[in-house]
């Protein structure tokens, strides 16, 4: 034997506005739970299912000192869906003006765009344009490394890292001298960790390159130049 289907929540709608329909009275929601499952809703659901037609203005509901009333009259109902068969109408009507606006944009941009031997050559002329376009575009992105704001950028780069070296540069003299002055008897073995360290007689500050472009490196060679 095959389990009962239970009901949709549109089917529940339609037994919850069954109930207001049949008394047109006011219910509380404990009066609607009790009646809700001699239409086949279980009480459980009821609360959500009424509200459901609330928020749809298929049902009122109203609070009256401390009770909430719900009810709906079928003349309710048919007010509701006269004023969504309204508004549907109205958004129909604007759909089709809309449509018409666009078929007359479409049939206005098609003039002057009708096939014809000048049409043919202005368009291969354009692609011919596009192609010369796009190689000259490939060929300047090969100079890109001698372009004066890559330089530029490179040179500033360089300068920032300079200064951060040097800068780390003087931290390590710094803290050398800090601990030659506080710890004389460990001369020694500062002298060992440095030396592990790569902190070497060597150790100085950084001197700042130029920056060359390859550009220039390139005529150099061409040049002779070492």
């Known amino acids: 034997m095959s389990k009962k289907r239970g009901l949709s929540l549109e089917e529940k709608r339609e037994k919850i506005l069954q109930i207001f329909y049949d008394s047109q009275d006011f219910f509380l929601l404990k009066e609607l739970e009790k009646s809700g499952p001699k239409k086949g809703v279980i009480s459980q659901s009821v609360k959500d299912v009424v509200q459901s037609l609330v928020d749809d203005d298929l049902a009122s509901k109203d609070k009256i000192g401390t009770s909430v009333y719900f009810w709906s009259l079928p003349s309710c109902a048919g007010n509701q869906l006269r004023t969504v068969h309204r508004k549907l109408n109205s958004d129909l009507q604007s759909s089709k003006k809309r449509h018409a606006e666009l078929v007359d944009q479409c049939e206005a941009l098609k003039k002057g765009r009708e096939e014809s031997d000048e049409r043919e050559e202005a368009l291969a002329e354009l692609k011919t344009i596009e192609m010369k376009y796009n190689e000259l575009k490939e060929e300047m992105e090969k100079y890109a490394d001698n372009d004066p704001a890559a330089v530029q950028a490179m040179k500033e780069a360089i300068e920032v890292a300079h200064a951060a070296a040097n800068r780390w540069t003087d931290n390590v003299f710094t803290l050398r001298q800090w601990c030659s002055n506080n710890f004389p008897q460990a001369k020694e073995q500062l002298e060992n960790m440095y030396q592990e360290a790569g902190i070497t007689d060597e150790f100085d ?22």
Do not use: F, K, N, R
């Open 205 to 226: 500050y950084l001197e700042p390159l130029p920056v060359i472009s390859i550009g220039a490196v390139t005529d150099q060679m061409l040049e002779g130049d070492p």
